[in-house]
């Protein structure tokens, strides 16, 4: 292993660290990331363009070979995520911005840490990738939609300025990696090794421009935000498991279904409420982005001890 490789496993392993460091220092020092705020969906154009160059045909292979598991795993992923979504704010009463913000969160695709996840978890990695691959290409039409149902009963929404925002952020940038990786291979390959690096950094940055952005209201509901992150990710990855045994799935493919449910593409979220709502509502997305990283990692090390039982 070279030493970008090295580099770039250091920081994928320590990457919740990171994250709290920069939150605590733009929170502390807001004037020095707040200016991040308008690039956003370009930084996670980059994240999308590089999930691309990692994508194969193989990825949806899976969707032909065992259509059901994976059309399971898709729906799961988009009802029961924003159903929980909006039954907690409801529930919890909370603030219109930080309900429409928990909302956008849990109608997003899953997200590549899932994949992960299920890795370590020693789950069915090939459905978990199926899973989420299927659930981006969807997102354009499918996360809209949820919005529009859920958060509709907070603030009227322009769907043409959603499908764009997703558009721009997630299926162009998709688009274009897929281009280059069928035009140019060597280049594809030789930046494999450098993704993980620049995706991590990419992802703090965004984080910061947001913690940045929302600091007052940090201040005021922060926790309650947490709070609610942590409940959402939680019963997210128990429904989960749950349906996928209901299906009477295998272990492996319940705990593929868990991580592709309980984890979810918030940096889109990220960008979708910084383009349509407010910096406040991009808090819970910023917030699930660390803490579904610290939940998949201990609920995969537990994972990874459980066994089929005969």
Known sequence: MNVIEKFGKFLGNTFPFWVLL??????????YF??????????????????????????????????????IGVIGHFVIMPLVAFF???????????????????SCP?????????????????????IASVSTILSPIVTPLLIIL????????????????????????????????????????ASEKVLPIVTVITIIIIISAVIAGSQQQLAQSGLLIFMVVVLHNGIGFLLGYLMAKLFKMDLA??????????????????????????????????????????????????FSRMKEKK
């Open 22 to 31: 920069i939150s605590v220092c733009a929170f502390y020092k807001p004037d």
């Open 34 to 71: 707040v200016w991040i705020s308008p690039y956003i969906p370009i930084l996670l154009g980059i994240v999308m363009f590089g999930m691309g160059l990692t994508l194969t045909v193989d990825d949806f292979k899976e969707v032909f070979r065992r259509p059901k598991e994976v059309t």
């Open 88 to 106: 907690l704010s409801v529930l919890l009463r909370l603030p219109p911005e930080v309900a429409i913000g928990v909302i956008l969160v849990g």
């Open 110 to 130: 899953s997200g590549t840490a899932s994949n992960v996840m299920t890795f370590l978890a020693k789950g069915d990695v090939a459905l978990a990738v199926s």
């Open 150 to 189: 859920f958060a509709g009963k907070w603030t009227y929404i322009d769907p043409l300025n959603l499908i764009g925002s997703i558009v721009q952020v997630v299926i162009i940038p998709i688009i274009l990696a897929l281009i280059i990786k069928s035009f140019f291979r060597p280049f594809a390959k």
């Open 253 to 302: 493919k319940r705990k593929a279904i868990t991580m592709e449910v309980g984890i979810q593409n918030s940096g889109l979220g990220v960008a979708i409420a910084m383009s349509n709502f407010s910096p406040l509502a991009a808090v819970p997305s910023a917030i699930f982005s660390v803490w579904h990283n610290i939940s998949g990692s201990i609920l995969a090390a537990l």
